[in-house]
């Protein structure tokens, strides 16, 4: 295999992807942001976590999920 080019735009599986998109994967899939998004989409990502955890600190507390999900309404 010979690499053509670097830092050009591509369609992998139907998806555009170009220099400076961020890409993430695990187990469940893959998804690429571009790269004019990036900031917007990693806020989000740290608002949902941050939610996510004070979800698990009240069920930890002893909170019932029903209440937990009415106050964060997060699971």
Known sequence: MDVVETNVAIRCGGIA???????????????????D?????????????????????ALRAGASVTETFAKYRIL
């Open 37 to 57: 998004l990036a900031d917007e989409v990693i806020s989000k990502a740290w608002e949902k976590v941050n939610g996510e955890s004070k979800v698990r600190d």
């Open 17 to 35: 992807v170009r220099p400076g998109d961020l890409i993430f994967a695990d187990v469940d899939g893959i998804v690429v942001v571009p790269q």
